[in-house]
């Protein structure tokens, strides 16, 4: 989301049973984007793929909460290759190569659950090795700042982690946007910034669930917004890649809600809830 100024600082805790909820939530979303990656093909374009989680939605009793936000027009953004956030369903069209980013966000049953996967169209052979370690690179700056959601830490802990490791890897992490609180209301406190210096804001508490969901650029941070309002784009114009999840913070630490049916574990480790990735 977009970073504000006066954002509201109340977290609202949310209780087991509203952490049930949302991991239900979380499996309808995260079951989008794999579909989305599964029926991704040359020529297709974003508003395909954009008709396709519309049904799901319908299918699985979830509502999309991007739709009609501020007026925005399309069911999930989808953000391809130098577009870092927020890309309009339309009638571009996807070919062998891109680098696609689906962001999906529904509410289901009260509850909002919010995801971001990245793919390449053709799959990883069919981009380079230096698109490849852009998408490993900022798929494990997320699990680093996942790993930080836990009781006792600060706020800033994650951004610094998701930072740390982009940094390290010679990447730059955009500044413009930030991951949020989620539950009855897609965007809750508090904003979750994606860089450091760690060791700031409100202590983290089991109950809290945060969407952390850093953008990664090959190149400069900067970003710039199309005329539609509503696109983000680099810059230099070198590629991004973004990946998101809702995270309940528990007592035993980060739990990712956002993770395909196939995937559930009883370990709450944000490393072994990664999913087997294909880069
Ligand atoms: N899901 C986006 C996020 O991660 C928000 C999309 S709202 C829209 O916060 F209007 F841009 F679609
Ligand atoms: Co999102
Ligand atoms: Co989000």
Excluded at 10 to 18: D, F, G, M, P
Excluded at 27 to 34: D, L, R, Y
Excluded at 39 to 65: C, H, K, N, V, Y
Aim: hydrophobic fraction near 40%.
């Amino acid at each position: 989301m977009h970073l504000k100024p006066n954002a509201d600082n109340t977290i609202i805790l949310k209780s087991a049973y509203e952490i049930g909820i949302m991991r239900e939530g979380g499996k309808v979303v995260a079951a989008v984007v794999h579909e989305l990656e599964r029926r991704a093909e040359p020529g297709m374009t974003t508003r395909d793929l954009d008709a396709i989680a519309a049904q799901m939605f319908a299918d699985a009793g979830a509502e999309s909460t991007a739709l009609g936000y501020f007026g925005y027009p399309g069911s999930i953004c989808v953000s391809v290759n130098e577009e870092v956030v927020h890309g309009i369903p339309g009638l571009k069209r996807i070919k062998r190569g891109d680098l696609v980013k689906c962001d999906v966000a529904a509410k289901y049953r009260g509850y909002v659950a919010d995801t971001t996967h990245a793919f390449v169209v053709g799959g990883p052979e069919a981009t380079t090795e230096e698109v490849r370690s852009l998408m490993i690179v900022s798929r494990d700056a997320l699990m680093k700042g996942i790993e930080q959601a836990r009781p006792g830490n600060r706020l800033t802990d994650i951004g610094a982690a998701i930072e740390d490791h982009v940094r390290a890897n010679g990447m730059s992490v955009v500044r413009d946007f930030v991951g949020h609180g989620v539950g009855r209301s897609m965007h809750e406190a508090p904003q979750v910034y994606h860089y450091g210096p760690g060791g700031r804001g409100p202590v983290l508490r089991a109950g809290m669930c945060m969407a952390i969901e850093p953008q990664v650029n090959l190149g400069s941070a900067q970003v710039r917004m199309l005329e539609d309002g509503w696109t983000a784009v680099t810059v230099d114009g070198k590629l991004s890649c973004h990946w998101e999840h809702t995270v309940a913070i528990t007592a035993n630490g980060p739990e990712i809600l956002t993770l395909p049916a196939s995937t559930n574990g009883a370990s709450y480790s944000a490393a072994s809830q990664q999913p087997a990735r294909s880069y």
